[in-house]
């Protein structure tokens, strides 16, 4: 079991380039979330999922853009970045109400 | 809609004293609540949860949390702590008719001093 697996753990790209940050679990979870972690804001929430071809927006979606065609796979997709997106990005899948398993997140600077 | 706050960013503590860590919610409707703890250049991981029963739920490496439903407060509390539990901690809801749905507050950092 490997868990949640993000890719990549650390991207630089430059203003208005798009990239595709991708997050995969294999516990045959239902839901699954991406959150960006800045300093003093805590964890927030940017898209969510609760199954295959459902997905929802969260606290924070403008800017980026989601899918979910498999349970596995939840890619968070940033079109054209802006300096304000420069954070950490955690990917999390759950079962139901128990507790989220985390990625080990993903450190993005946007130059 | 759902929001978290703890209380206090920034906690310092000496090592083997007791601590508190604050936690009040917002909900219109009845929510789970968590506890995570983040140690340094680390993912998340969970502490303890409360999903329904008994108020007082116990942890992992002597946390334990009361959930105070009039007070829509969920305060983290340890009687001793280490060193080692130096990290952030965060509290967490997540609605019931909402399940995908897990929102975080700031984060409170926990510093132990010998």
């Known amino acids: 079991n490997a868990g949640v697996t993000q890719t990549p753990k650390f991207q630089v790209l430059k203003t208005g380039q798009s990239m595709t940050l991708q997050c995969a679990q294999d516990?045959?979870?239902?839901?699954m979330s991406w959150y960006r972690q800045d300093p003093g804001m805590g964890l927030r929430l940017i898209h969510y999922?609760?199954?295959?071809?459902?997905?929802d927006q969260g606290e924070v979606p403008n800017g980026y853009n989601v899918s979910r065609s498999t349970t596995e796979d939840f890619p968070l997709r940033l079109l054209s970045a802006a300096p304000s997106q420069t954070s950490v990005y955690f990917c999390a899948s759950r079962k139901g109400p128990a507790e989220a398993f985390f990625g080990q997140g993903t450190r993005l600077t946007v130059v | 809609a759902q929001s978290v706050t703890q209380l206090d960013s920034q906690v310092p503590v000496f090592e083997e004293a007791p601590v508190e860590l604050r936690c009040n919610y917002s909900?219109?409707?009845?929510?789970?609540l968590f506890w995570y703890v983040q140690y340094p250049n680390q993912g998340l991981q969970l502490l303890l949860k409360?999903?329904?029963?008994?108020?007082l739920v116990k942890g992992i490496n002597g946390f334990e949390a009361e959930f105070n439903k009039s007070q829509t407060s969920f305060h983290l509390r340890k009687p001793s702590v280490h060193i080692s539990d130096t990290a952030e901690y965060f509290c967490?809801?997540?609605?019931?008719?909402?399940?995908?749905?897990?929102?975080f507050g700031q984060g409170t950092e926990l510093s132990v001093k010998p």
């Open positions: 967490a809801v997540s609605p019931y008719n909402q399940g995908g749905k897990l929102i």
């Open positions: 999922s609760v199954g295959a071809g459902i997905t």
């Open positions: 516990m045959n979870h239902e839901y």
């Open positions: 409360y999903l329904s029963g008994s108020t």
């Open positions: 909900s219109s409707v009845s929510v789970y």
